[in-house]
């Protein structure tokens, strides 16, 4: 399954945005909900990170720390499209923002970089005041 995010933007600190993640057109839906759907960011000079992902198999969402009471991350399997909200920005939430796919579902799986494919190109998210 091949994504691509969008929705993001320049906001200033304790501002918000919506960030999608869309399966590309002609992707079946029965094909788009057996995949987990997961975001990472990469700032400037860092490596990719993980930020959130919700398995397929069973709904269950985690968060990297930074990000938990802030963030929420949802989908809607009838547009193949994963949403992440993003509430209470702060300057360190600054980078680009992927999304990418996994066939598997458990969290030790799903916080890891390397399992999953599909990603397309980023978004970015710059929070500066």
């Known amino acids: 399954v091949q994504l691509q995010a ?3 933007g320049s906001v200033q600190p304790g501002g918000a ?5 869309a399966a590309s057109a002609g992707t079946l839906e029965r094909t788009f909900r057996i995949y987990s759907v997961g975001w990472f960011r990469q700032a400037p000079g860092k490596g990719r990170e993980f930020v959130a992902t919700k398995s397929y198999r069973d709904g269950k969402t985690w968060y990297t720390d930074s990000v938990k ?3 929420t991350l949802s989908r809607d399997n009838a547009r193949n ?5 993003m ?3 702060k300057p360190e939430d600054t980078a680009l923002y992927f999304c990418a796919a996994s066939p598997y579902y458990t969290y030790s799986d799903l916080t890891s970089i390397v399992k999953y494919n ?3 190109q980023g ?4 929070v500066s005041s």
């Open 6 to 8: 969008s929705g993001g």
């Open 17 to 21: 945005l919506r960030l999608s993640c």
């Open 69 to 71: 009471g802030r963030f």
């Open 81 to 85: 499209t994963v949403f992440l909200q």
């Open 87 to 89: 509430d209470s920005l």
């Open 118 to 120: 599909g990603w397309g």
């Open 123 to 126: 978004t970015q998210v710059t």
